[in-house]
Every structure is written in C-alpha cells, then in structure tokens.
C-alpha cells in the first residue's frame, strides 16, 4: 500500500505550490491573492510532463537523477519565460524532483523464485 501513485493532479497542484513558494520568476504574487496560486500552473504542468516522460522516479543514481530534473526544469523555465535568470532553480529543481518522486514511488521489484537446476 505505501507503493501506491497518486493521482496526476494532485501532484500537479503539489508543482503549482512549490513553484509559487519559490517563485523563480520573482513575480509579485503577493498582490494578487489567491489568483497568485495559478500564475505557474502551465509551467507545473510542463515539468511534470517532463518528469514523467523521463521517468525520473526509475533513475537510481540520485545525484544524475537531480542533474537531469535541474536541467528539465531550467528548460521549462526558459520556454515559459523566455530567459535565462532564475532564483535558485536547484532548490526549486530538487523540491519538484522530491514531491514527483513521492507521488511515483519505485514499484517493488519482484524477484522470481529461484528454480533449482537439475543435477
């Protein structure tokens, strides 16, 4: 039961959080209230498609796992946005890495009877 996915949206609305936590674009969400939540929805959505077409929960090199997720998220930035100038997109990188890895565990790997040989 602990292996179980969570449904896409709500690791997407997880996305749509972290990102506005952070704020890479430096926006001021402030201002707009809770209209705020849904500036970076379309990035959310582009970087959890990117983390899934990749299947980054599979990766079991951690340190490549979050170099990849980095570079995917710096790529969805700079579509959306059309520059190079983010804050701190590592942190922002491992935050998504980490929630998108949480609502897609690793599934058990069943390991298969060993079958005697015969003499």
Partial sequence: MGNENKPK?????????????????????????????????????????????????????????REIAVGMVLQALKFWFNTEKFKEPEKLAWALLDAYVAGYPVPEQKTEPEVPSEP
């Avoid at 996305?15 to 001021?28: D, G, Q, R, T, V």
């Avoid at 959310?44 to 079991?60: D, K, P, Q």
């Fill in 9 to 65: 949206y709500v690791v997407l609305q997880e996305f749509i959080k972290i990102l506005y936590e952070h704020n890479p674009m430096a926006l001021p969400l402030s201002e707009m209230g809770e209209a705020g939540l849904d500036e970076y929805e379309s990035e959310a959505l582009s970087i959890l498609s990117r983390f899934t077409e990749g299947v980054l929960y599979a990766c079991e090199d951690e340190a490549l796992r």
